[in-house]
Every structure is written in C-alpha cells, then in structure tokens.
Nanobody
Framework: QVQLVESGGGLVQAGGSLRLSCAAS????????MGWFRQAPGKEREFVAA????????YYADSVKGRFTISRDNAKRTVYLQMNSLKPEDTAFYYC????????????????WGQGTQVTVSS
C-alpha cells in the first residue's frame, strides 16, 4: 500500500516556474515507477511524465518535453516535477501516481494516486 501527498501547486504567470512534490509512504518506494498526470476542466486525464524506480529512465508527454523535468529522491521517498516556461494551457489539476510497472503509467494505468494539487497559469 502506498499513500501519496502532493504539494507545490499554485498560481503563476505565464513563463514562470513551479515545482511540485509528491511524498510517498511505505518502505518500498524505490520499487515503484512514479508518474505525474493532469486533468483540466472538461478534458480527459493526460499523462505528463514518468520515472522508473531507479530514476534512470524518464518519459515525457510531447506537450511538456523540454519544459518539465521529473526526478525522484528515493531516500526522501519523494518525486518532483519541475515545471518551467509555464503556459496557460498547463493549467490543470496535477496528481502523482505510483505503479509497479513503468509501462502501465505510460498507458495511464496505475494502482495508487494522490489527492492532487491545482496549478493555474495566468496569461
């Protein structure tokens, strides 16, 4: 069982930056692949980024590639999403997810997810 708690969301102007954090419970954090997803009002849930348990492999949606960076600190049981050059279209509810299988995250499938945090980018 994994419990996830996101933080770091807020309101930022276009072009600005935010760093989201997701703290996980459990002693097997490094065994889980972690991902970030987002959902804007009236839109489908969207994959943003994922990282393997070791941190050696990452994958990004085309819409955020080059602007967002996912990372993790297994000693702190935390995964991060650094978001730079934010755009109004990045406005959404962001939440992190965990799964034993990295490839499942890429298919928008996961066993555990947090409550999420709101990110709003003003133009």
């Amino acid at each position: 069982q994994v419990q996830l708690v996101e933080s770091g969301g807020g309101l930022v102007q276009a072009g600005g930056s935010l760093r989201l954090s997701c703290a996980a419970s459990g002693r097997t954090f490094s065994s889980y692949a972690m991902g970030w997803f987002r959902q804007a009002p009236g839109k489908e849930r969207e994959f943003v980024a994922a990282i393997r348990g070791s941190g050696s492999v990452t994958y990004y949606a085309d819409s955020v590639k080059g602007r967002f960076t996912i990372s993790r600190d297994n000693a702190k049981r935390t995964v991060y999403l650094q978001m730079n050059s934010l755009k109004p279209e990045d406005t959404a509810f962001y939440y992190c997810a965990a799964d034993w299988t990295f490839e499942r995250l890429l298919r928008n499938e996961y066993d555990y997810w947090g409550q999420g945090t709101q990110v709003t980018v003003s133009s």
